[in-house]
């Protein structure tokens, strides 16, 4: 069976333009105002299968800033680095009903702990357990990590971006985590690199091929080699899954039933594992800070191709397999 069908990018590039006819009234993200973008109206969609295929749908070229999808790639090489034990010492696994920013997160979480790495706070502590001996080390490891997995050497991050994520209520957070020891060191070695990893700019393209890493265990699609361990994998995938679309993570695993995790960019990056990577762009929000579009498209294509971890063909498939075996 193919990874993806022949036919997704016609499937997609309608979805995509059904979306635009829509034209939704929702919310964009303020840091948006200092990117460059050739259009803040970007509608896109791209898929990259497992085994290398890519399907693609509108603008799948242009760049945008990953924002809180970058949660999910710094969890993942806090990973590496320090294991999970030791993590997630630092920061709980649960998902809340908190805002993304929310220092109440913290406060009220499991043992005083940012409830966990897909809200800022969590995010934070992740980031500062990434190793380096100074802040800009850290990121340097990051950028390339985020490179490694996308297969593109040229991703970078946008400095004026930076400036404005720069924003007191992450310090705050930061000021507070670090008084109750969950992160040591200095803002500029500890904070900066989570300013800039939001800012790291990527394609819909870029950002498929690096969920196509993870529907493919960790392993890079060209060459077999392992990028991040399957542990990590499995660990980033359940967060994903419970935690990576804000205060609407439930209803997006009824309606869509995949690991995914949003930015307020519009930004979305879903994984399926053992098929593909997807991922959408859509600047206008919801009320939770997910893509409208963006939660549509991923609803439609993981409807028609069945893609949604508890989807029932899947499971009658899966039944049907082992009843034949035995």
């Given at each position: 069976?193919q990874?993806?069908?022949e036919?997704?990018?016609?499937?997609?590039?309608?979805?995509?333009?059904?979306?635009?006819?829509?034209?939704?009234?929702?919310?964009?993200?303020?840091?948006m105002?200092?990117v460059?973008?050739e259009?803040?109206?970007?509608?896109g969609?791209?898929?990259?299968?497992?085994?290398?295929?890519?399907?693609?749908?509108?603008?799948?070229?242009?760049?945008?800033?990953?924002?809180?999808?970058?949660?999910?790639?710094?969890?993942?090489?806090?990973?590496?680095?320090?294991?999970?034990?030791?993590?997630?010492?630092?920061?709980?696994?649960?998902?809340?009903?908190?805002?993304?920013?929310?220092?109440?997160?913290?406060?009220?979480?499991?043992?005083?702990?940012?409830?966990?790495?897909?809200?800022?706070?969590?995010?934070?502590?992740?980031?500062?357990?990434?190793?380096?001996?100074?802040?800009?080390?850290?990121?340097?490891?990051?950028?390339?990590?985020?490179?490694?997995?996308?297969?593109?050497?040229?991703?970078?991050?946008?400095?004026?971006m930076?400036?404005?994520?720069?924003?007191d209520?992450?310090?705050?957070?930061?000021?507070?985590?670090?008084?109750?020891?969950?992160v040591?060191?200095r803002?500029?070695?500890?904070?900066?690199?989570?300013?800039?990893?939001?800012?790291?700019?990527?394609?819909?393209?870029?950002?498929?091929?690096?969920?196509?890493?993870f529907?493919?265990?960790?392993?890079?699609?060209?060459?077999?080699?392992?990028?991040?361990?399957?542990?990590?994998?499995?660990?980033?995938?359940?967060l994903?899954?419970?935690?990576?679309?804000?205060?609407?993570?439930?209803r997006f695993?009824?309606?869509?039933?995949?690991?995914?995790?949003?930015?307020?960019?519009?930004?979305?990056?879903?994984?399926?594992?053992?098929?593909?990577?997807?991922?959408?762009?859509?600047?206008?929000?919801?009320?939770?800070?997910?893509?409208?579009?963006?939660?549509?498209?991923?609803?439609?294509?993981?409807?028609?191709?069945?893609l949604?971890?508890?989807?029932?063909?899947?499971?009658?498939?899966?039944?049907?397999?082992?009843?034949?075996?035995?």
């Amino acid at each position: 069976m193919q990874c993806i069908s022949e036919d997704m990018s016609a499937f997609m590039a309608e979805v995509v333009k059904e979306e635009q006819q829509k034209k939704h009234k929702g919310d964009t993200a303020t840091t948006m105002d200092v990117v460059d973008l050739e259009d803040k109206e970007l509608f896109g969609i791209a898929a990259v299968g497992t085994d290398g295929r890519v399907e693609q749908g509108a603008e799948a070229g242009a760049k945008f800033p990953l924002e809180s999808v970058s949660k999910a790639l710094g969890l993942a090489l806090a990973l590496e680095d320090v294991g999970a034990d030791y993590l997630f010492r630092h920061v709980a696994c649960e998902p809340r009903g908190d805002q993304f920013n929310s220092v109440a997160a913290i406060e009220q979480g499991e043992n005083g702990l940012p409830s966990n790495p897909m809200i800022n706070a969590g995010a934070i502590v992740c980031t500062a357990h990434i190793k380096g001996k100074n802040g800009d080390e850290r990121f340097a490891r990051l950028l390339q990590f985020v490179r490694d997995l996308a297969d593109n050497q040229d991703i970078d991050y946008n400095k004026k971006m930076v400036e404005e994520e720069e924003k007191d209520v992450n310090r705050s957070i930061f000021y507070y985590l670090r008084g109750q020891g969950l992160v040591v060191g200095r803002e500029e070695d500890k904070l900066v690199p989570y300013f800039k990893q939001t800012s790291i700019e990527v394609t819909c393209l870029d950002l498929a091929r690096i969920a196509a890493v993870f529907a493919n265990a960790g392993r890079c699609l060209k060459t077999g080699k392992a990028l991040i361990s399957e542990e990590t994998v499995r660990i980033v995938l359940t967060l994903m899954f419970t935690t990576g679309m804000y205060e609407g993570s439930g209803r997006f695993a009824v309606d869509v039933g995949i690991p995914a995790k949003s930015g307020i960019s519009g930004a979305i990056m879903a994984v399926v594992p053992g098929r593909m990577g997807i991922s959408t762009i859509g600047p206008a929000l919801d009320e939770h800070g997910n893509s409208i579009a963006g939660v549509n498209m991923l609803k439609k294509v993981a409807r028609r191709w069945h893609l949604g971890a508890f989807d029932m063909q899947n499971v009658i498939n899966t039944a049907n397999k082992y009843q034949h075996k035995n």
